[in-house]
């Protein structure tokens, strides 16, 4: 949903051809996003029209990039490990 979202502005009945799931399902999701300031919507009329805020899945991904490279270190580690156990 994110993907489809990201550059442009949607309807609920342009999102839903996208999956085969309801409209109440799909409806419910965006609620969830919208809430959680991933995604933003403004009213246009009678219709709610949905769009992806990059910025806070940004955030997201500098903060675990932080993680990325200790994980990485440790996996080389561990890698030098088993080879090294295993001549």
């Known amino acids: 949903m994110l993907k ?8 609920i009945a342009e999102i839903v ?6 409209r109440t399902a799909v409806n419910k999701h965006l609620h969830i996003l919208s809430d959680s300031g991933i995604v933003r919507s ?6 709610t029209r949905y769009m992806l805020k990059p910025e806070p899945l940004v ?4 903060w675990l990039s932080f993680f990325k490279h200790d994980w990485e270190d ?6 030098r490990f088993v080879e090294e ?3």
């Open 4 to 11: 489809i979202l990201a550059g442009r502005e949607m309807s």
């Open 17 to 22: 051809k996208y999956f085969s799931i309801s």
């Open 42 to 47: 403004r009213k246009v009329g009678r219709e």
């Open 59 to 62: 955030n997201i991904q500098n």
């Open 74 to 79: 440790k996996l080389s580690a561990l890698k």
């Open 85 to 87: 156990d295993n001549n």
